[in-house]
């Protein structure tokens, strides 16, 4: 039984690099350029709809979610969330994303 938790407990809460690959992998792009420091307007996008899945996914704090997203300040990554939240269609691209993460991860612990 002590295995099967162990075995599951890290299962409990995607990683935010979970997100950023499943993110980077539904918009096309590497997960590098996403979390990179490329400013043309589709990867940005990109990189605002993943910090705000990150968010929504993940119990992580503002300041974890810009480490992983090379190291961004964490008012980068509140402003992206709050331009998510007022966008619909930005704010369905994030919750695909959250859903396919939990799907992924609901297939893994079938396996097991």
Do not use: K, Q
């Amino acid at each position: 039984m002590t295995a099967l938790l162990e075995t599951v407990a890290p299962l409990a809460e995607p990683t935010p690099e979970e997100v950023i690959a499943v993110a980077a992998e539904l918009f096309g792009v590497g997960p590098s350029r996403l979390t990179g420091r490329d400013l043309r307007r589709p990867l940005v996008r990109y990189r605002v709809v993943a910090m705000a899945a990150t968010r929504l996914a993940t119990t992580c704090s503002y300041p974890s979610i810009g480490r992983a997203f090379d190291g961004r300040d964490h008012t980068t990554v509140f402003s992206a969330c709050r331009r998510v939240a007022h966008i619909p269609l930005l704010l369905n691209s994030a919750h695909r994303i959250v859903e396919e993460v939990r799907r992924r991860r609901e297939g893994l612990l079938e396996e097991l």
